[in-house]
């Protein structure tokens, strides 16, 4: 068993709120320089882990996330997968869902924990969420048992709660409480100690390599139904050139209008080679295509379900099997398949 001193935990500062402090000067919010960290969290010095920081430069607003930066976050923790026992990501809470997704299926074979936190108000506020969630996201990245992690998965830990990465979704722009996990329970709970649901954590089978994918293919849309939605939208974006994956946001349990222009067309975009995934719009629940007849005649079309999974895990998984494979039969297989727990 190692002490404490021993367990070593890489932070990747990626930007977000959470880095943030006022310029003394002008009093406007500016990212704080990352090395000086503890000054900001003084708890960090009590910690007796070996931690390690290290900093995007330039640092990044969470919607200027893209494929380019999840290799680059990927290659960080690949170069530094042998040194290190646990990787913390702190990243903007508005696409945290995205990237935990996204590296949850570059990082196959994964026996670590990289836990992805950040905050709503900056760390230099008073008020600020940002220590509570880095502080707990760390104890929780250094968590061992019999020697080996106990969350050796990609996870977010927000405001007391640790969730599957590509299994959460942001749902507030106000509230601490800003994320949630629909269809699968938390991994670990925190109150006054850490309660960790060792039954629902997934733990690799075999002593497997780290394999890291890094190609994206991001020719790919989401198209969200709505009562009354016409044709030229429809047609515009599956006649989008190179476009080779389309998710549909369908409504309820995977429902959509039967008017036979739509149907004709989306079998039309599929016979052609494209993969259209449906996925619901609802906040929690299932697509279960053939329930209704708004449903089977999609199915009969060819368009893949969605099952249960979030938007944001729909949209990285897509662009990740389209970067991956070049075959529409292993990528449509892959869509069913649960690759990193992501659909139930
Ligand atoms: N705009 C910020 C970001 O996502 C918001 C945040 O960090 O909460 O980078």
Request: glycine share 6%; hydrophobic share 30%; no cysteine.
């Given at each position: 068993m190692k002490n404490k001193k021993e367990i070593s935990i890489l932070i990747i500062y990626t930007g977000g709120t959470i880095g943030?402090?006022?310029?003394?000067?002008t009093g406007s919010l500016i990212p704080i320089d990352f090395r000086h960290i503890s000054d900001h969290v003084p708890e960090l010095r009590k910690f007796g882990y070996d931690l390690h920081s290290i900093s995007f430069d330039p640092v990044k607003d969470s919607s200027n996330i893209d494929p380019g930066v999840w290799v680059k976050m990927s290659e960080i923790i690949e170069e530094n997968y042998n040194k290190f026992d646990g990787f913390v990501v702190l990243h903007g809470t508005d696409t945290m869902a995205y990237t935990a997704s996204a590296l949850s299926f570059m990082l196959e074979n994964l026996r670590?924990?990289?836990?992805?936190?950040?905050?709503q108000l900056p760390i230099g506020l008073l008020r600020t969420d940002g220590k509570e969630n880095l502080i707990t996201a760390i104890e929780i990245a250094a968590a061992k048992e019999n020697g080996g992690p106990v969350v050796p998965e990609v996870c977010i830990y927000f405001d007391n709660k640790l969730t599957r990465g590509n299994r959460?979704?942001?749902?507030?722009?106000?509230?601490?409480?800003?994320?949630?996990?629909?269809?699968?329970?938390?991994?670990?709970?925190?109150?006054?100690?850490?309660?960790?649901?060792?039954?629902?954590?997934?733990?690799?089978?075999?002593?497997?390599?780290l394999i890291i994918h890094k190609v994206f293919d991001t020719n790919v849309a989401i198209l969200k139904l709505f009562p009354g939605i016409n044709r030229k939208l429809v047609q515009a974006i599956i006649?989008?050139?190179?476009?080779?994956?389309l998710i549909i946001e369908t409504f309820g349990s995977g429902n959509a209008p039967t008017y036979q222009w739509f149907l004709d067309d989306l079998k039309h975009y599929i016979d052609n080679g494209g993969i259209i995934l449906n996925v619901t719009q609802c906040h929690g629940g299932s697509v279960e295509m053939g329930l209704y007849e708004t449903s089977r005649q999609m199915l009969s079309a060819g368009v893949v379900s969605g099952k249960d999974i979030t938007s944001e895990a729909s949209v990285t998984k897509l662009m990740h099997l389209l970067g991956r494979y070049s075959s529409r039969e292993k990528i449509v297989q892959s869509l069913n398949n649960s690759l990193a727990g992501e659909i139930s």
């Open positions: 943030m402090v006022h310029d003394p000067v670590k924990p990289v836990i992805l936190t950040g905050s959460t979704t942001k749902m507030s722009a106000e509230h601490f409480d800003a994320f949630y996990s629909p269809n699968y329970p938390p991994l670990a709970e925190v109150g006054l100690h850490l309660k960790y649901f060792n039954n629902l954590i997934s733990y690799p089978e075999k002593d497997q390599k006649k989008t050139e190179g476009l080779r994956g």
